[in-house]
């Protein structure tokens, strides 16, 4: 599965990239179906708690599973996307057995 990676007002360290990828791309194992994965980095506020926003949207044939969540931290934020996406591509895979 391919893996975009885009941080908006700031530059992405590889430490937080390499993290992303690791994480993104476990559902890729779960999903075989997933082709294409682009997760967005922003940072809403600067000097306040809560900041980071992330969006993670994968595509599979037929719709483009999508979460976003704002966080402490980005690997906070991720974690939890990756959370929801692992129960929508559950979801989308029984949908496919159904068929």
Same mark, same amino acid.
């Given at each position: 599965m391919e893996?975009? @990676?885009q941080s908006i007002h700031f530059d992405a360290t590889e430490k937080l990239q390499a993290f992303i990828e690791k994480k993104v791309g476990k @559902? %890729?194992?779960s999903c075989? %179906? %997933?082709a294409k994965a682009e997760v967005i980095l922003k940072v809403v506020k600067p000097e306040t708690a809560m900041n980071k &926003?992330?969006?993670v949207r994968i595509e599979v044939p037929g719709c483009t599973?999508?979460?976003e969540k704002v966080c402490d /931290?980005? &690997?906070e934020g991720v974690d939890l996307c990756v959370e929801a996406l692992q129960r929508q /591509? $559950?979801?989308y895979k $029984?949908?496919?057995r159904c068929k």
């Open positions: 893996i975009r @990676i @559902i %890729a194992k075989d %179906a %997933a &926003e992330v969006q599973l999508h979460a /931290t980005f &690997e /591509t $559950e979801k $029984e949908k496919q």
